[in-house]
């Protein structure tokens, strides 16, 4: 992992865990990561985006 990489951990359920490497951008946000690992590494994962909703 660089200096400019975040180490991130998803937990898709109660027994299995996946590990990233996600490049790290100044005012960064957790949907921004997740999205980053879902866009280049991930199709296959999930989430709402709803906590984004209502934000200008």
Do not use: H
């Not at 005012?27 to 906590?51: E, F, G, K």
């Amino acid at each position: 992992m660089t200096s400019n990489s975040l180490k991130v951990i998803i937990e898709s359920n109660k027994d299995a865990q996946s590990v990233f490497e996600v490049p790290a951008y100044d005012n960064q946000t957790v949907l921004d990561v997740v999205s980053w690992v879902q866009q280049n590494v991930d199709p296959t994962l999930s989430y709402r985006l709803a906590c984004r909703v209502g934000i200008r």
